[in-house]
Structure formats: C-alpha cells, structure tokens
T-cell receptor, first 112, second 112 residues
Framework: GQSLEQPSEVTAVEGAIVQINCTYQ??????LSWYQQHDGGAPTFLSY????GLEETGRFSSFLSRSDSYGYLLLQELQMKDSASYFC?????????????FGAGTRLAVHP | ETGVTQTPRHLVMGMTNKKSLKCEQH?????MYWYKQSAKKPLELMFV???????ENNSVPSRFSPECPNSSHLFLHLHTLQPEDSALYLC???????????FGPGTRLTVT
C-alpha cells in the first residue's frame, strides 16, 4: 500500500526552529514535495526534493534521504504567520504521468 | 491568489439535489485535478485531466462526474450525494503532470 507518516501536531514559539518529519512507503518514488495550508486557504507549494540532501529557500529548508524513505521540512526564525498545516507528498509516476500522494498533514501552532 | 479560482466557495445540498462545482485556471496549464479533503485525512486525488484527457479516476463513485471542456476549465457534477461526501473539494492545475501543482481555495460542500 501507499502511506506517508507525519506528526499530527507541533507547537513552537516565535523565533524558534521546528522540524516536521515525513516517512513514506510507496510503490514508486520520484520525489518529495511540501505544501503549506492556512485555515480556509489553498495548499501552496513550498519545496521539492528529487535527490538526497538539503534544499534551502529562505527560512524554509527541506531534506530527503531516499535510502531511509525519510524527509523533513525545517522552519527557522518562526513567525506567527507560519501557523498552518504542512503536508508532505510523494510524487509517483504510475502510468506514465505524475501524481501526488499526500500525508495527513502536520498542524503547526506558533505561540508568542 | 494562485491563479486558480473555484466557485462556489460554499455549497449546501440535499441528497437528492444535482449541483456542479467549477474550477478555472488562468496560468496556461495543461493538467487539472480534483481532490477531496476531509478533516484529519490526507488529500485524496479523485480525477486527473492532462491535455483535456482524463488520465486518472481514482475509484471515485459515479455520483461524482468530472468534465473538462478545455484546458482552463474543470467541472465536478454532483448528484445523489451522501452525507459522508461532505468535505472540502480542491481543484489544482500544473503545467503538465511533471510539474508542481497550484491549488484553488476549494469548495466547502455540506450534504444534508
């Protein structure tokens, strides 16, 4: 079967660093994406890792280890506006086209 | 604003009603998607259209019927729904299925 595991909730304070882990078990794997979704809003794309290693985009970084079927999203210098749900998603290519398989999401609450 | 719009934003319908959800993208993309998002569950892919051809029907009940008249518009026709179909229905688009997806704000559907 296909499954992605990520913590359901994480709490942190402003200015801190938080890491959201994602482990996956899928029949195929082309890469790992991360999306952010604020309450009542659309999921928005944050990052994509196809190869092992760390990708940095401003305050956000994403890491992938294909051998461990594991990745994480690192958020630095947390701000109140970072309070949202974060989804990891595996990109698979089952029939010659890509599709995303999503985790259930991690709800991040940032406190003053 | 991601360039993907959905109407209506909220919909309440009875189990015997027929209604349609509309999605429009202004990004020049060729692939469009319908997802279902239920509370504390992963986003579930329902349908994929690539260059107006349906390439994925993820075992969705026939009471959901998609239509893609052109690469900018996607509809989801609903009839004889069940209360468990109440959810947020998200539309997304991408340049083609090999690229990242951009989501609309969703339609919050309640079936009574």
């Amino acid at each position: 079967g296909q499954s992605l595991e990520q913590p359901s909730e994480v709490t942190a304070v402003e200015g801190a660093i938080v890491q959201i882990n994602c482990t996956y078990q899928t029949s195929g794997f082309y890469g790992l994406s991360w999306y952010q979704q604020h309450d009542g809003g659309a999921p928005t794309f944050l990052s994509y890792n196809a190869l092992d290693g760390l990708e940095e985009t401003g305050r956000f970084s994403s890491f992938l280890s294909r051998s461990d079927s594991y990745g994480y999203l690192l958020l630095q210098e947390l701000q109140m506006k970072d309070s949202a749900s974060y989804f990891c998603a595996v990109r698979d290519n089952p029939g010659g086209y890509n599709k995303l398989i999503f985790g259930a999401g991690t709800r991040l609450a940032v406190h003053p | 604003e991601t360039g993907v719009t959905q109407t209506p934003r909220h919909l309440v319908m009875g189990m015997t009603n027929k209604k349609s959800l509309k999605c429009e993208q202004h990004l020049g993309h060729n692939a469009m998607y319908w997802y279902k998002q239920s509370a504390k569950k992963p986003l579930e892919l329902m349908f994929v259209y690539n260059f107006k051809e349906q390439t994925e029907n993820n075992s969705v009940p026939s009471r959901f019927s998609p239509e893609c008249p052109n690469s900018s518009h996607l509809f989801l026709h609903l009839h004889t729904l069940q209360p468990e179909d109440s959810a947020l229905y998200l539309c997304a688009s991408s340049q083609d299925t090999n690229y990242e997806q951009y989501f609309g704000p969703g339609t919050r559907l309640t079936v009574t």
